[in-house]
């Protein structure tokens, strides 16, 4: 993390791709906080305002672990009368067959 003052504090990211990037802030005495942005590859700064969820300021002798989370391939599977899906779903991947480079792509997680 870098960053003068709390209006420009900087959370340091060096992606190998555009990708989503999941910031959460683990705050030892505040309520822990999450920034979802978008990044490109190389540097990014993904800016924090010193804040914790509930907008209360954080001091800067707190600790504070932050665990960042890339996604690629956003999936949104709008649902219909779920309630009738005893069974639930089952999900496959149809397209791309490789990553841009023609390298297989890794296995799906799906959550249950």
Same mark, same amino acid.
């Given at each position: 993390?870098?960053?003068? +003052?709390?209006?420009?504090?900087? /959370?340091?990211? +060096?992606? *190998?791709? @555009? ?9 030892? +005495?505040?309520?822990?906080? =999450?920034?979802?942005? @978008? ?6 700064? !993904? @800016? ?7 907008? /209360?300021?954080?001091?800067? *002798?707190?600790?504070? !672990?932050? =665990? &960042?989370?890339? *996604? =690629?391939? /956003? =999936?949104? #599977? ?8 005893? +069974?639930?779903?089952?999900?496959? #991947? /149809?397209?791309? *067959? ?6 297989? &792509? ?7």
């Amino acid at each position: 993390m870098s960053g003068c +003052n709390a209006g420009n504090l900087c /959370i340091n990211v +060096n992606a *190998t791709q @555009s990708r989503q990037v999941e910031s959460k802030m683990d705050f030892q +005495n505040y309520l822990d906080r =999450t920034i979802l942005r @978008s990044v490109n590859r190389g540097d990014n700064c !993904i @800016s924090w305002d010193a804040y914790d969820a509930n907008n /209360i300021y954080v001091s800067d *002798t707190d600790s504070v !672990i932050v =665990t &960042l989370k890339y *996604t =690629t391939g /956003i =999936t949104h #599977l709008p649902l219909i009368d779920v309630e009738n899906h005893q +069974n639930g779903y089952n999900l496959s #991947l /149809i397209r791309p *067959t490789k990553q841009a480079d023609g390298s297989a &792509l890794p296995e799906l997680n799906v959550l249950e």
